[in-house]
């Protein structure tokens, strides 16, 4: 138990230290070197003239101070890292992400100065730096660091300001919603959803994955898509428009997938996401339902509650948090998001996943006759996608003082299952279908987690079971809907990793008009 903690803390850690991470740290590195050098040559230059009465002139004391700054650079270069990491300037701590961020950059810088001017003194004529310089170069210091810090943000607003995101609209409909991702896994039925009640829905999604789940859609009434990526201000801002709620599903899905490259995958799961809310914050949207994960809780032997410690075992995980902590840190009387924690999602959908433990299983004993289940006592929370969109629509409809701002666990308790249950339910339906049961577990972590929250305040309760998930798939192949379980496009991290460049960095600046749509409809309607 011992080294599969310490493996894991290690996993984490590493998983921290990410290519974001490095280029943040880089140019902290240079806004605090550069203080400390001007501060230096500032001191250097009185010193020059009131001892010679001119400026440039002693090389000697010039070399004094240079030899000053070689010594003291790189002790505050360190410092200044371990205490910003600290403070979450890298991994986005709850303070600084939050209204509070210009308190936590001058804590971290004074504390760095503290630091930095007591391990000076102790070093005394060894280093033989001016008490003078700590005080400008720490206020330079200051200034830089959130200075830029400043300066990003005011870029953003301006940026949204001139696409006209800024001093929120009125709604003409409320019953609009824009739904991120609509063309993916969970977003696919829930379009259809929204469309029966009557709903105008909005759809962005860039279509990673092939237009099929929606093609059926194009010309409908009341139904919208722009082809964009997410990613980009323009495509989202323009999403944003005149709608009454924001559904964001959109993110890099599954471990595996996340792991591929990390820098794309905190671009899309959080950068994005902050971006998409503060667009629609701006535009005056006050629902946004956003996708979050039950993984977020890690491993643990007891049942998990909204109350529970987050113990996030990857990248996913953490992205996931991290993004609950930011929506968070900006909702206000007019903007609360509420987080729907969703349980592993199996099912079919207009666009089927088989990278989903359920919905494989359920296709090898289809396919092949035999399922092998990995360990088999690790619990797991199960949620049919049908029943998601069904949370997600009562969330949309329901009165505002009951979900904004709230975290909910989505899923229902007859779904905790352990593994070598889910294999006696794809037994139960593929009779001939044989299980075997490997002692070692790919994937060790365990959790069971109640969903007593969101059947007490919303009156949800899942209406579909694992074992109609199994029956669907199977279903599904014997009407030869599905003939190639295999194929790239439905796993996620297949697709990502065999399409390499087209799928993973090819960022398309654009809002189109979707290909074979009826002649003369735009994209956007």
């Known amino acids: 138990m011992r080294s599969a903690l310490q493996s894991w803390a290690a996993r984490r850690e590493l998983q921290r230290f990410n290519r974001q991470m490095l280029k943040r740290m880089v140019v902290d590195a240079v806004l605090v070197n550069l203080p400390l050098a001007l501060a230096l040559f500032a001191r250097y230059l009185v010193a020059s003239f009131s001892q010679t009465g001119a400026f440039f002139v002693d090389r000697d004391l010039m070399g004094s101070f240079l030899s000053i700054y070689l010594k003291s650079a790189w002790i505050l270069t360190l410092l200044a890292l371990i205490i910003f990491y600290i403070s979450g300037f890298y991994t986005r701590g709850r303070m600084y992400i939050g209204r509070y961020k210009a308190l936590v950059i001058l804590q971290a810088v004074t504390l760095t100065y503290l630091a930095f001017g007591s391990l000076v003194f102790l070093a005394g004529a060894n280093i033989g730096l001016p008490r003078s310089v700590l005080l400008v170069a720490w206020l330079l210091t200051l200034l830089g660091i959130g200075g830029v810090r400043v300066i990003f ?144 809780y890690g491993a643990s032997d007891e049942i998990l509650d909204e109350r529970s410690q987050l113990a996030p075992q990857s990248l996913y995980a953490r992205t996931k948090i991290e993004s609950e902590r930011l929506l968070l840190s900006i909702q206000s009387e007019s903007f609360s998001p509420v987080l729907l924690r969703f349980a592993t999602v199996c099912g079919m959908s207009h666009r089927p996943r088989f990278d989903l433990v359920v919905n494989l299983l359920a296709a090898q004993a289809a396919f092949e006759g035999k399922i092998s289940i990995f360990g088999g006592d690790q619990w797991r929370p199960f949620i049919h996608v049908d029943d998601v969109a069904e949370a997600i629509i009562r969330c949309l409809g329901a009165p505002w003082e009951l979900v904004g701002g709230e975290v909910f666990n989505l899923g229902s308790d007859m779904g905790n299952l352990r593994l070598v ?105």
């Open 421 to 525: 249950e889910l294999g006696n339910i794809v037994k139960e339906t593929v009779p001939s279908v044989q299980v075997s049961v490997e002692c070692s577990a790919e994937d060790e972590r365990n959790y069971r987690v109640s969903f007593e929250k969101i059947v007490r305040v919303l009156g949800f309760e899942a209406q579909k079971t694992v074992q109609d998930a199994v029956l669907e798939i199977v279903q599904a192949v014997e009407r030869q809907q599905i003939t190639n379980y295999r194929r790239p496009e439905y796993s996620n991290v297949k697709w990502l990793s065999e399409n390499g460049e087209t799928a993973i960095t090819m960022v398309p600046n654009i809002y189109s008009v979707v290909m074979r749509m009826p002649e003369g409809l735009s994209a956007t309607g």
């Open 153 to 296: 943000i005011l870029i953003e607003r301006e940026v949204l300001r001139d696409l006209g995101a800024v001093n929120g609209v009125e709604v003409a409909d409320p019953r609009s919603v824009l739904v991120v991702g609509g063309a993916g896994y969970i977003g696919s039925v829930l379009v259809r959803k929204l469309l029966a009640r009557g709903w105008r829905v909005r759809v962005l999604d860039r279509l990673l994955y092939g237009e099929e789940a929606l093609s059926e859609l194009y010309g409908r009434q009341n139904f919208e898509l722009i082809q964009g990526d997410f990613r980009n201000v323009e495509a989202v801002v323009r999403a944003v428009r005149s709608m009454g709620a924001i559904v964001h599903l959109g993110a890099v899905v599954g471990d595996p997938a996340c792991a591929l490259d990390e820098e794309f995958t905190f671009d899309v799961n959080l950068a994005a996401t902050r971006m998409i809310a503060e667009a629609g914050k701006g535009y005056g949207i006050r629902r946004f339902i956003f996708a979050s994960s039950c993984s977020v």
